[in-house]
């Protein structure tokens, strides 16, 4: 699609459209598929002028990635001030990450299989140390975490956070959305032990949802514990 033909700008307002519109070509068609052609005929500009702001594909590439990190950091950060339990936290930040992700849907510049350069990989990865930490930080707000333990968490929610967003894209309806949000954030919360056990034949009934057997056996007194007259405890 060829935009319109623009007036003289300036400059700092002329480079900032230029990145806005990279962001989309770069999300429509990936970096190796995007030409600088296609940049400019986006902008409605020409390539000598495109090259005055941005000296190569991949210098425009990273401050892209720039860009989009900054907005994903400020989704996440706005989530710490929501009011609430952990729960409801979590069920926030994976709908606002589904959000985010189908409004832009250019996580997949940070998430994709394209191989491009060692600097390009190397902000990637900053990006997303520091979207995992954050992420992280957000939804694990009354746990103590080592840097290290928040980074590897915080992937592993953003790997969820993704696949909960595709879930959402391709589901039938609000009513379903719901059921696949309720799933994720109880999975995200409480583990497998956020769900009721199917009763064994003969078994008492399912235990309440977050209570597993070591929790509920802990609480409960020993035979002995109970067998023990009050006055020797």
């Known amino acids: 699609m060829t935009a319109p033909a623009t007036g003289r700008m300036p400059r700092e307002q002329r480079r900032s459209q230029?990145?806005?519109?990279?962001?989309?070509?770069?999300?429509?068609?990936?970096?190796?598929?995007t030409s600088m052609d296609d940049i400019a005929t986006a902008a409605g500009v020409t390539k000598p002028v495109l090259y005055q702001h941005f000296r190569s594909k991949e210098t425009l590439y990273v401050?892209?990635?720039?860009?989009?990190?900054e907005s994903m950091l400020t989704e996440v950060r706005a989530i710490t001030f929501q009011a609430g339990d952990t729960t409801g936290r979590v069920r926030d930040a994976l709908?606002?990450?589904?959000?985010?992700?189908?409004?832009?849907?250019?996580?997949?510049?940070?998430?994709?299989?394209?191989?491009?350069?060692?600097?390009?990989?190397e902000r990637v990865e900053q990006v997303l140390d520091a979207l995992s930490?954050?992420?992280?930080?957000?939804?694990?707000?009354?746990?103590?975490?080592?840097?290290?333990?928040?980074?590897t968490l915080g992937r592993?929610?953003?790997?969820?956070?993704?696949?909960?967003?595709?879930?959402?894209?391709?589901?039938?309806?609000?009513?379903?959305?719901?059921e696949i949000l309720s799933a994720m954030t109880t999975t995200v919360v409480h583990g497998?032990?956020?769900?009721?056990?199917?009763?064994?034949?003969?078994?008492?009934?399912?235990?309440?949802?977050?209570?597993?057997?070591?929790?509920?056996?802990?609480?409960?007194?020993?035979?002995?514990?109970?067998?023990?007259?009050s006055d020797a405890r």
């Open 18 to 33: 230029l990145l806005r519109l990279a962001t989309r070509v770069f999300t429509e068609k990936g970096y190796q598929a």
């Open 63 to 69: 401050e892209v990635l720039d860009v989009i990190g």
């Open 95 to 121: 709908h606002r990450f589904y959000e985010f992700v189908a409004l832009e849907n250019s996580l997949r510049l940070f998430t994709g299989h394209e191989v491009i350069s060692d600097a390009v990989q």
């Open 133 to 151: 930490i954050e992420l992280a930080g957000v939804l694990t707000s009354y746990r103590r975490l080592s840097t290290v333990q928040a980074r």
């Open 156 to 178: 592993g929610l953003i790997a969820v956070a993704q696949t909960t967003a595709q879930i959402l894209h391709d589901a039938e309806g609000d009513e379903m959305r719901e």
């Open 192 to 229: 497998l032990s956020g769900f009721d056990l199917i009763p064994a034949e003969g078994s008492p009934a399912a235990q309440p949802p977050g209570e597993d057997a070591e929790e509920r056996s802990a609480a409960e007194p020993s035979d002995a514990e109970a067998a023990e007259p």
